[in-house]
């Protein structure tokens, strides 16, 4: 099953389009609680709910050794026909893009990850060799300093000699890519 396949079908059963987050920032989790614990009791009160859930791995990495184990007792405990989004924001050059591909994806089983673009597509291209999983391209993000960069001028490859802003251009990309319909 596709990773679109397994989102439209938790969709459908579960009459929602709630991704779920699970990024354990240890100022947030309750005292007495540990990560995977904490986890397990958000899955347990949103399975019906949700229609995917989104680790971000940030959180599990500043957590060393100890993190990547809590990551895959986390991923272990949600539904298999609840897709998984890897929160990771990779973006490397293709040899380093690979290992991270392979990662996410064979490692830990997530059916999805974000993946910024500014590398160019062949830094894209070693997660699109995963069959039935998807990518989702940073394009215009909701953090303060975004607009530095996402809202530059660039020149339009549809208008030109017109200028676009570079997320719209990034938005193109994914549309591009988007053959199979696992990159949004």
Known sequence: MTFSEKLRAAQARNLS??????DPDPAKIPAGWDVVAFNRAIIAATRDLACAYKPNLAFYLARGSKGIDELAQTLAAIPRDIPIVLDAKFGDIDSSARGYARF?????GADAVTVSPYLGTDALAPFLEFSKRAIFLLAHTSNPGA????????ASHQLEPMLEPLYIRVAQIAADLNGAGETG
């Open 17 to 22: 389009w709630l991704c779920v987050g699970l």
């Open 104 to 108: 996410a994806f064979a490692e830990l």
């Open 147 to 154: 607009s530095e960069l996402q809202d530059a001028l660039v």
